[in-house]
Structure formats: C-alpha cells, structure tokens
C-alpha cells in the first residue's frame, strides 16, 4: 500500500514539474485512486527536476522572444512605415467592442469547460464543473509548452484520476473530448479555408502561396490520429494488421524500442475511445449538444482575432469571413511546428494573414491575439500550479502539527 502510494505522488510531482505522465499507466492510479474530494500530496521536487523546469521555463521564454521579434520583423518587411503605438491604439479603441472582444473570450473558454462537463456527465453521472474547468486548463496550459501540444492529455487523464474517477473512465472523458473537438475544429477550419480561396482572401496577402500551402498541409497533419482512430472503428481487422506492421517497422529501424508494449498501448487507446464513443451515443442529446458545442466554440476561436481589430477600430466591416479564413491558414500552416505553442512563428505567419486587414495595429493585433488564444493559457496554468504546491506546504505543516 505505501509502495504504490509513493509511486502515485512520483507521478504527481513529474506533472507539477511539466512532464505529463505516460497515458498507459492510468491503471496503476485506479487502482489507488483518492476519494473525490481529496487530491494526492504532493513531496518537494528533487534538484534535479527543479534545475529541469528552471531550464525548460527559460526555454520557453526564450522561443516566446523569438515570436515576438519575428513578428516585428515581418511587419517591417510588409511596411517599412507600420506600425502605431500601443498609446495610439488604445486612445483610437472602441470601448463597446473590447467589452464584446472579453464577452468573445470568456464564452469561448466556457464552451471549452462545457466538453468536459457534458462529457464527464454522461460517461460519471455528474457534471463536475469545478473539475472540468481546472482540467481544461491545466490540460491548456502543457499543450502550450510541450512540442506539438503532446502534455496536455496524459496531464488531464492523470489529474482525473486523482478526483475519484477511474483510470478507464478519465481516458475516456479525454478521448471523447479530443476526437470531437479535433474533428469539428477541422470541418469548420476547412470550410473556412475553401470560403476564403473561393473569395480571394489571399491574393493581397504578402506570403500568401506559403500560408495555402502550410494551411492544407496542417489539415492534413491534424487528421492522421482522428482518421486513424475511425478507420480502426470501420476496418478494424485491416487496421489492425496495419499497426503491428508499422510497429514492427519503427521497431526494425530502432524508432519504437519496445515492440510488445507499443503495440499495446496504440490498440487500448482505440479501443478505449470505442468504449467512449458506444457512451456518447448512448445519449443522443448529450452526443448533439457536444457536437453543437465543438462548432461554437472553434467559430469563436477563429473569430477573436476580428473582434481584436473591432476593439482597435480596425476597418474591418464586412471582412468577418476574410479575417476567420485568415486566422484559420496561420493557425494551421504553423500546427505542425514542434516548437511550444508554435510560438516563434504563429506570431510571423499571424502577421502576414493580418496583414490586409490590422493596418497600423497590426503588431497589437498579432500581440493580443496570441494573449488571449495562448499566453493566457501559460498564466493560468502557472497559478494552478502554484496554487498546488501552496495546498501542498500547508497540508504539509498541518501534518507535522498534528504529528508534534
């Protein structure tokens, strides 16, 4: 019982110091699972682990400059003379549309807490608001400073766990969220993208062969997992075939160092999400609602950069669709960048889509875009997490009171 209790705050303590826990060990925390209310204590982390979050910290902040020098130096590629001081921007804003543009981003992040809360209710029985929230953003928050946003599921399933909910359980409550989530965000990013080509919303863009080109190859690299995940679902024996022998190629070119638990791991996660999907559908107005919610949430998302330059009295009416199909090729010509975040050149590309649009608020434009869709993210992630380890110091000192 203590052995297996050390080793569920080990894994605790590599989550707090940024290294997500592996998806495959959930069944280890069910079967130690703490009870609702409670969460496991978390010991001090070693010197070398903390000497390991300092330097990954300082990296991250390191690629964050990056960004942001990019940024100003691709507005001064697209217009030597670009380029209005923040004090300029704010005298000229219109105090409706920032309320509109907090408004935006608020009902964006809820819609974001709603898919677990919906999904949680269907697969637990409860809604579990406060959980779903700190799970969304917690789950933000890794995704923002991992590469290709690899941190945030294997965090989320773990942090699950750890409120009483089984390990098969917390899987699936992730999964569901992944796939519908991914699968609307790409529908409607592609139908925004074809409206866009189809209106010409590239053509007075500076680099805009390179955002086409980046734009559909991101789409296409978000669709391998869902698509693999569905073809396992429609050609389950072929697919099947299909992953030993891929597995067993990674394992001759000394890419996947264990054949066996590789293997393991890819068909539980499928079936995982099979289990998942028979819940969801289970309750058709639950499945519809989260479908509902997927679409409102994406459609706010790619809609925040126009509401920034509304806020900025941008001179942007009419160009709604123009700016979302925009928003839509940075986001995803740079998806597939392994950088944190894509930071370093999601602020470049989102200034070359801006670019016909932001004018001479183009720098704050990029800038409070990437705030408000990834910054923010980092900052609420890094009080959660330091709001833990304070819990944790006060636990700690309760328990040695106690125990004198």
Not at 53 to 71: C, P
Not at 183 to 200: E, H, N, Q, S
Not at 386 to 398: A, E, F, L, T
Request: net charge positive; proline share 4%.
């Amino acid at each position: 019982m203590e052995d297996k209790e050390k080793i569920e705050k080990t894994e605790y303590n590599d989550v707090i110091d940024g290294a997500a826990p592996e998806t495959g060990n959930t069944e280890t925390v069910e079967a130690e699972t703490p009870s609702e209310n409670t969460e496991a204590e978390v010991p001090a982390p070693p010197k070398k682990k903390r000497l390991k979050q300092i330097l990954w910290n300082l990296f991250l902040v390191a690629v964050i400059a990056v960004g942001i020098v990019s940024l100003f130096g691709v507005v001064k590629e697209i217009d030597h003379d670009a380029g209005a001081t923040f004090g300029d921007v704010i005298r000229g804003a219109s105090p409706l549309f920032l309320v509109v543009l907090l408004v935006v981003v608020l009902v964006q992040m809820s819609l974001d807490v709603a898919k677990f809360s919906i999904i949680s209710k269907t697969v637990t029985g409860k809604f579990r608001i406060l959980t779903s929230a700190k799970t969304n953003f917690i789950g933000k928050y890794y995704d923002a400073v991992t590469p290709f946003s690899t941190g945030g599921q294997p965090m989320q399933i773990y942090y699950l766990s750890t409120k009483g909910i089984s390990g098969g359980n917390s899987s699936a409550i992730v999964l569901i969220r992944y796939i519908f989530s991914i699968l609307c965000w790409i529908a409607l990013g592609a139908a925004l993208m074809i409206a866009g080509a189809v209106k010409g919303v590239l053509d007075d863009v500076s680099g805009g062969n390179l955002l086409k080109i980046t734009g559909w190859i991101g789409i296409a690299v978000n669709l391998i997992v869902p698509a693999f995940v569905l073809f396992f679902l429609v050609l389950p024996k072929f697919m099947h075939k299909l992953t030993v022998g891929v597995i067993k190629l990674g394992a001759k070119l000394k890419i996947v160092k264990n054949m066996d638990k590789a293997t393991e791991r890819a068909l539980k996660t499928v079936n995982d999400f099979k289990n998942s999907f028979k819940l969801m559908a289970t309750s058709p107005v639950k499945f519809i609602i989260l479908i509902l919610v997927c679409f409102s949430e994406s459609a706010l998302t790619f809609s925040i950069p126009y509401f920034i330059m509304k806020a900025f009295s941008c001179p942007v009416d009419g160009l709604a669709l123009a700016v979302m199909s925009l928003n839509v090729f940075a986001i995803f010509g740079v998806s597939f960048i392994p950088t944190p975040g894509n930071s370093g050149v999601m602020e470049g590309m989102g200034a070359l889509a801006f670019s016909v649009a932001a004018g001479a608020s183009l720098i704050w434009s990029v800038i409070t875009w990437r705030l408000l869709t990834f910054y923010i993210y980092i900052i609420v992630g890094l009080i959660i997490t330091v709001c833990d380890m304070i819990k944790k110091n006060i636990r700690s000192r309760k328990g040695t009171l106690k125990s004198e």
